[in-house]
């Protein structure tokens, strides 16, 4: 059950892949789809493992993602 | 189990954008918007009071800044963001003023308003994103420039010594210095939330990637390799001698809280000097204080 979830607004992405990579649990890759920009957006591969600890949301520079933590009501792991 | 997954309406960041100026005009990769979260993160942490808050910005990428943030925000003339935040802190005291620019426009063309505001102890809050070059208007050397870094103006390799933004400051008089990568989020965020909590004049410089401009030309790679070299090469020391901070290309990068001291600030001497001299007749600073 995964204790955070994360939100991806693709259409802002840049694909500069800060994301992916300080992700501290690996939730995110980049994927091999483009945007209407033409760039590629992450998408969640590890959503389980997600601690809506928002760091991805932090470091993207284009203000398209972010994720937040789980509250106790909250069970199903919903990524994405 | 059926589970009520609540959504939070939005990214924490978007009540402090204007959202209808979105997207930005920052490249991809660029550090900016980054340090904008931090910024964005620390007011809602310092629960800092909109409607007591005014941000300046000069000219340049990072000059944008202002006019991204829905909050009371002032895009002025290039070099000149320090000056235009006195007259606002002057006027109304009790405003917290924080600058958001460039180096160059911070250290280059407002260099001098820079160590005046030092000091005197102005009571601003200054975030100069350092991205080693004059990026707006296509990556000229600026006092910030590490040797041998190539530039539009330097093709053979810049030879100027570079200025050491912290050593320079704390030289002037500021109360707080510090300094962190974007690759430092949460401390960058901490350090703002403290620097809004200080009084007095307050700098932090944030190194920032310019893959467009300074990345590119330099055969640096893109700002994820930026990134990882601020993760690898960064060395935290607080309270390290600004001396000792100079930065060097690609070396090693010292970050941390390296000043923090209180004098009295511009204001504070001021009243107490002129209640001093005019006794009674004294009728208090700032138009609208
Ligand atoms: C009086 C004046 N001189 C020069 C310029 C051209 N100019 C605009 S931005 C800039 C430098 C920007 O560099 P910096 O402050 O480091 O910001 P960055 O774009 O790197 O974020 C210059 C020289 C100007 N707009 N006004
Ligand atoms: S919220 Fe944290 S754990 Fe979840 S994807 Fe973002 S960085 Fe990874
Ligand atoms: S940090 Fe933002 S812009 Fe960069 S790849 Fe991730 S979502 Fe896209
Ligand atoms: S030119 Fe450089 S500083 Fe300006 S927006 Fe592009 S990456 Fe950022």
């Not at chain 1, 840049?14 to 209407?36: D, I, Q």
């Not at chain 1, 601690?51 to 284009?62: A, K, M, N």
């Not at chain 2, 700002?223 to 390290?240: C, D, Q």
Request: aromatic share 8%; proline share 6%; charged share 20%.
């Amino acid at each position: 059950m995964a204790k955070g979830f994360v939100c991806i607004q693709v259409e802002r992405c840049k694909g500069c892949g800060f994301c992916v990579e300080f992700c501290p649990t690996r939730v995110l890759a980049l994927s091999s789809a483009f945007n209407s920009k033409g760039y590629h957006p992450p998408h969640v591969v590890n959503g389980e493992k997600c601690s809506g600890c928002d760091l991805c949301g932090i470091y993207c520079p284009d203000f398209a993602i972010f994720g937040w933590k789980a509250r106790a009501s909250e069970g199903a792991a919903h990524a994405g | 189990m059926t589970a009520v997954v609540e959504t939070p309406v939005i990214n924490p960041v978007e009540p402090f954008l204007r959202m209808d100026r979105m997207p930005h005009i920052w490249c991809p990769g660029c550090g900016i918007g980054t340090t904008v979260n931090c910024f964005a993160r620390a007011l809602i942490e310092s629960k800092a009071d909109p409607e007591k808050l005014a941000v300046v910005s000069g000219i340049g990428c990072t000059g944008r800044v202002a006019g991204y943030l829905h909050v009371d925000s002032f895009h002025t003339t290039h070099g000149r963001a320090i000056p235009f935040a006195t007259g606002l802190k002057l006027a109304n005291p009790s405003l917290q003023v924080v600058v958001y620019s460039g180096d160059g426009d911070l250290f280059a063309i407002g260099g001098n308003h820079l160590i005046h505001a030092a000091r005197r102890n102005i009571d601003l809050k200054v975030i100069c994103v350092n991205n080693f070059i004059y990026a707006m208007t296509g990556g000229q050397t600026a006092p910030t420039t590490p040797e041998p870094a190539t530039t539009t103006t330097a093709p053979y390799g810049s030879y100027e010594p570079a200025f050491n933004l912290p050593y320079l400051t704390e030289s002037a008089g500021a109360t707080y210095v510090a300094r962190w990568t974007t690759y430092h989020v949460r401390q960058l965020t901490r350090s703002i939330v403290e620097m809004l909590q200080k009084k007095g004049f307050c700098l932090i410089e944030v190194l920032s990637p310019c893959p467009t401009l300074y990345q590119r030309r330099n055969r640096l790679g893109d700002a994820l390799e930026t990134m990882k070299y601020y993760k690898e090469r960064s060395k935290t020391r607080h309270g390290a001698p600004t001396s000792e901070v100079g930065l060097t290309m690609q070396g090693d990068i010292v970050v941390g809280k390296f000043v923090d001291r209180d004098r009295p600030d511009y204001l504070e001497s001021m009243r107490r000097r002129l209640a001093e001299q005019l006794g009674d007749k004294f009728a208090g600073v700032g138009v609208l204080a």
